[in-house]
């Protein structure tokens, strides 16, 4: 059984940095971050494959790392120069295959999310 639990969101002012991170079980081969906020579609916003290569969505480009540490099953997202448009619920995501797309559909186990929100 997989298990992802976010942590790391919050409160912050425009133009700050926050840290998300997720520890995982399980092996994954794909590992995202993904955003909603509602009556919204889940977007992705970055991946980073198995041997550690990252995409990016383009609104997040510049502005966001994803990384991971192996050793302690941990996925990372940090933020910078936030923007009020960033503001969503961020979950985290893996798969058993390799990275394909930055839709949803191509992620299989999901966290429970963790809530991001910038004011301007």
């Known amino acids: 059984t997989v298990h992802l639990v976010e942590s790391g969101g919050g409160s912050v002012q425009s133009g700050g940095s926050l840290t998300l991170s997720c520890v995982w079980t399980?092996?994954?081969?794909?590992m995202g971050w993904f955003r909603q906020i509602p009556d919204e579609e889940r977007e992705g916003v970055a991946l980073?494959?198995?041997?550690?290569?990252?995409s990016y969505a383009d609104s997040v480009k510049g502005r966001f790392t994803i990384s991971k540490d192996n050793a302690n099953n941990t996925l990372y997202l940090q933020m910078n120069s936030l923007k009020p448009d960033d503001t969503a619920v961020y979950y985290c995501?893996?798969?058993?295959?390799?990275?394909?797309?930055?839709?949803?559909?191509?992620?299989?186990?999901w966290g429970k999310g963790t809530l991001v929100t910038i004011s301007s």
């Open positions: 995501a893996t798969s058993g295959t390799t990275c394909y797309t930055l839709k949803s559909y191509g992620m299989t186990y």
């Open positions: 399980g092996d994954p081969v794909c």
């Open positions: 980073i494959s198995i041997d550690g290569s990252a």
